[in-house]
């Protein structure tokens, strides 16, 4: 038996434990890696081929908008996949939860708290279902969020079309909520009166014609960015942070060391739900209105951010800042493209190869200085 306190005389030389990891080393294991090369490729791109406008502080809140709204679904889906799962049905649960929403304002004709309050809550019972079909069936998440894709923009039609009276969109919803005191927690820019303040005293830039150049930061962004810091800190801070990572890594290991990997896994589902439900009510909030179409696709854009950020398809693996990052990689493309002569049907050939280059860039570098096979 070995005495109490002698563990040290265990170690012998060459002992792994023993072992120095170089400042670089730790940088390189970053999951972010990546995200941080691809951001750096393009910033440079589009500094080389895009009108200079797109840079100054008007261009760059066009672009962090679309950024903000498609990294608030990454975000769910990175957390979701670092716990080994995968939902493809969010996009079309944008569409759904959109329909939610905007049927309580105008049909049932809810105040905005409830009917936020409703939309949430549907979404989330939906996101439970999608985890205890995965967890008592024992199929792939990809499979059975599938399903739950085509089902809910059928749904979304069918819905749309009923509420409507054969339309596939839903108008009235500004009117409904017009002066609402908790709208702007969902709607709008946020922080109007520091900005008029700012641009006052010049701090802000103007437009040739005198206005503002930026008058708010919309909320989206906000809220990107709180929840980013969030799901940062539950990761790295917390020990649901670790058993998300455990979850994914090795279930089975995770289970026998006492990890309710069951919870932790329909806690993940629930909340990519949520945020897709999130961005609905945003994104309907922002337009007045909704469609059957909303969210088309953002399922893959969303779980692509999310390898860009340094997730691996795997589990086990990844970072909310790498999901941030590959969000606004997104955005900056998305816009970027219109500042430029280049035809904007090449934004999904450049996304696509922007995700090779920043998943191989991640995995070569990093198997090199920490040594991995």
Not at 119 to 145: D, E, K, W, Y
Not at 191 to 219: K, Q, Y
């Amino acid at each position: 038996m070995i005495p109490s306190g002698s563990f040290k005389n265990t170690l012998v030389p060459g002992d792994e434990r023993l072992r120095t990891v170089s400042r670089l080393s730790r940088l390189m294991r970053r999951p972010e890696l990546g995200a941080v090369a691809g951001l750096i490729l393009v910033t440079c791109f589009f500094f080389i081929t895009a009108d200079p406008v797109m840079f100054n502080l008007a261009g760059l809140v066009n672009f962090l908008t679309p950024a903000a709204q498609l990294g608030i679904l990454a975000l769910g889906a990175a957390l979701l996949m670092i716990g080994g799962e995968f939902d493809l049905s969010i996009g079309s649960m944008v569409a759904f939860a959109g329909l939610i929403f905007g049927a309580s304002i105008t049909v049932l004709q809810l105040p905005l708290l409830a009917a936020v309050l409703l939309t949430l809550v549907v979404a989330g019972a939906i996101g439970a279902l999608n985890a205890n079909l995965v967890i008592r069936t024992g199929l792939p998440s990809f499979i059975v969020t599938l399903a739950f894709l085509f089902m809910l923009r059928g749904l979304s039609l069918v819905g749309l079309k009923w509420a409507t009276g054969g339309s596939t969109q839903m108008r009235g919803i500004t009117e409904a909520v017009e002066g609402h005191a908790l709208l702007g927690v969902f709607s709008g820019k946020a922080f109007e009166g520091l900005f008029r303040t700012l641009t006052e005293r010049g701090w802000i830039p103007r437009f040739d014609n005198g206005e503002a150049m930026v008058t708010g930061i919309p909320v989206e962004i906000v809220w990107f960015v709180i929840l980013t810091g969030l799901a940062t800190w539950v990761l790295l801070r917390t020990p649901l942070g670790n058993w998300i990572f455990a979850s994914g890594g090795d279930p089975v290991a995770a289970k026998n060391s006492g990890v309710p990997v069951r919870k932790v896994k329909i806690g993940l589902f629930v909340l990519a739900a949520l945020c897709a439900g999130l961005v609905a009510v945003i994104t309907v909030l922002g337009s007045g209105s909704t469609d059957a179409r909303r969210g088309f696709q953002k399922e893959f854009e969303a779980i692509i951010a999310a390898v860009i950020g340094g997730c691996l398809l795997t589990g086990g693996y990844g970072s909310a800042i790498g999901a941030f990052l590959g969000s606004i990689i997104f955005g900056m493309v998305m816009i970027g493209l219109t500042y430029t002569r280049i035809d904007q049907d090449w934004y999904l050939v450049f996304l696509g190869g922007m995700l090779l280059v920043a998943v191989l860039f991640n995995n070569i570098i990093r198997k090199r200085v920490t040594g991995e096979r």
